[in-house]
């Protein structure tokens, strides 16, 4: 079975953000979020699928959701 991750696709702004989020889903990426202001749509996919949605039309990058922790305030470390 494989394994479901999130992602963060950039889009290029010469298109329709819903447009682009349209064939994205055709292709199997589960939606979650259209970020317009940003020009970005994060959504889940497996690795395989992720790979397929570089090549839709609009589509500049693709990188995984990584959870981010900048610490306490004051902390030494971050990340």
Known sequence: ??????????ISDDQSI???ATR???????IREVLKE?????????DDTAERLKRVKGVVDIAP????????????ETW
Do not use: F, H, Y
Not at 38 to 46: E, F, L, P, W, Y
């Open 1 to 10: 079975m494989a394994k479901i991750a999130l992602w963060i696709i950039t």
């Open 18 to 20: 819903n447009d682009i």
């Open 24 to 30: 994205l889903s055709a292709e199997g990426l589960a």
């Open 38 to 46: 940003i020009g970005c749509i994060t959504g889940s996919a497996d």
């Open 65 to 76: 959701d990584r959870q981010i922790d900048v610490g306490p305030p004051g902390a030494d």
